[in-house]
């Protein structure tokens, strides 16, 4: 499954562990990206595309997004004509461990997280219990603390206020799997959340139930749940992104020294690309800049790339990929009122508030790049998403918020042309034979 085809064209599907760390056990076996950097060191192509998914598990619906996404950019032929004579292109797709628990068996794939079933559908609690131990890394403080949690569901789901052994089971938990949030939206993507509380949390899937936003799983006193597999997908993302790929993507530079590199995240998979920018601790660097960047409906912090947080004095997370020019040409986000996941459940799994605590005008403490763009920065150029007719005028060095509701139907309906011609504007606005 290395290698896959789209008609014409081949692009190459690259596989890291939940530790970030590549796979050894590839069809071809040993690491396909030594193959990647010799073909590409071989080749040397003018232009490398690498694309990484947000929350799906396995490697069939990784293989079904890119399939979708890289092939409406290859059937945009005008914009293709325009990268040039010379144009020769590698596309990558990264494969990362992403299944959040729970969201396994609903029927909505309209998001890749947070998206609605059948809360008429009653669970197999003691089989769902399973999935969750072995979601949450297993072992026996895990084990226990989670059956505390379940028995508790089975005698009273949706209790007014959880029982005190339920929250010291959640506590234990925490501490079992490394859950760290403290509720600043500064620090790391895994960290910028809200305490985990469990009590909160289940009065945040009311909230949830309030918008339609519903699931069969993940409700009651089950709801703390949520949030601590919402961590761990940040964690893993993170994880992924600033050791392996950032890795990887250096050395694709070094061995194609002359190749524009361009990145597109989805949804978490934003978070990956902002960590492959960051490197380690969010402060290292590539070889040499990234030509362009796109983040499409991104679960990621509005405030993670801003000179401040809000009102606080105080940089983003990911505040180094600006002030280290880590991106020479542009970057372009998407937001999408029709996105329920990121415009309703990523603060309700991040911060466990809703969208109505900051006033007109102003922007949330915590909020999705998907919902409200990259903000906290001068380098902001806010923009409607055009037609696959329209030109872009987008500039090297500043962040493009594209509005593209008209375009976009939902957080994962990102497959139409349009986002495919943002994509191609943005790599050609980035590749320096094209660049102003």
């Known amino acids: 499954m290395a290698t896959q085809h789209i008609d014409d064209l081949t692009y190459a599907l690259i596989h890291f562990d939940d530790n970030g760390r590549e796979r050894t056990n590839d069809p071809e076996g040993g690491l396909f990206s030594a193959t990647i950097l010799s073909a590409a060191a071989r080749d040397q192509p003018t232009n490398i595309f690498l694309f990484s998914h947000g929350w799906k598990g396995d490697v069939p619906s990784a293989i079904d997004q890119y399939n979708r996404w890289i092939g409406a950019m290859w059937k945009l032929k005008a914009d293709k004509a325009k990268m ?116 909160k949390a289940m009065e945040a899937e009311r909230v949830r139930a309030s918008f339609g936003v519903l699931d069969s799983i993940k409700n009651g006193v089950l709801s703390g749940l949520r949030q601590v597999s919402f961590w761990l997908m940040k964690n893993r993302a993170r994880s992924v992104g600033e050791s392996g790929m950032h890795q990887f993507v250096g050395a694709l530079q070094k061995a194609c020294p002359n190749a524009s590199v361009h990145l597109m995240g989805h949804s978490f998979g934003c978070i990956v690309v902002s960590s492959i920018l960051g490197g380690p601790g969010g402060k290292a660097r590539l070889p040499r800049p990234i030509n362009s960047v796109v983040l499409v409906q991104g679960a ?50 991040v911060g466990l508030v809703g969208q109505s605590d900051f006033a007109p005008g102003d922007f949330p403490l915590f909020g999705g790049v998907g919902t409200f763009g990259i903000q906290g920065t001068d380098l902001i150029a806010a923009l409607p998403m055009l037609d696959v007719d329209r030109e872009y005028q ?27 011609h943002a994509l191609w504007q943005a790599a050609r606005a980035g590749s320096p034979e094209h660049a102003a």
């Not at 590698?90 to 959040?100: A, E, N």
């Not at 939206?185 to 809200?194: H, I, K, R, T």
């Open 84 to 199: 040039g004579a010379a144009f020769k292109p590698l596309f990558i797709g990264l494969h990362w461990p992403s299944q959040p628990w729970g969201d396994e068996d609903l029927a909505s794939t309209a998001s890749s997280f947070g998206a609605g079933g059948d809360a008429a559908v009653q669970p197999d609690l003691d089989a769902l219990r399973e999935d969750a131990i072995a979601h949450f890394g297993g072992g026996p403080a895990v084990r226990e603390a989670l059956t505390v949690i379940f028995e508790a569901q089975k005698t009273d789901p949706n209790p007014l206020e959880l029982p005190a052994e339920v929250v010291a089971a959640y506590d234990r938990l925490a501490k079992a799997v490394g859950f760290a949030a403290g509720g600043d939206p500064s620090v790391a993507p895994n960290e910028e959340g809200a305490p985990l509380d469990p009590q």
């Open 300 to 349: 990621v912090s509005l405030w993670s790339y801003g000179d401040k947080v809000k009102d606080e004095n105080k940089p983003g997370y990911f505040n180094g990929v600006l002030k280290n020019k880590a991106v020479a040409g542009p970057i372009v986000t998407t937001q999408s009122a029709n996105d329920r996941a990121v415009g309703i459940a990523y603060p309700l799994a």
């Open 394 to 420: 987008f500039t090297s060095g500043r962040i493009h918020n594209l509005e593209s509701s008209a375009f976009i139907p939902s957080h994962s309906g990102i497959d139409g042309p349009q986002v495919a």
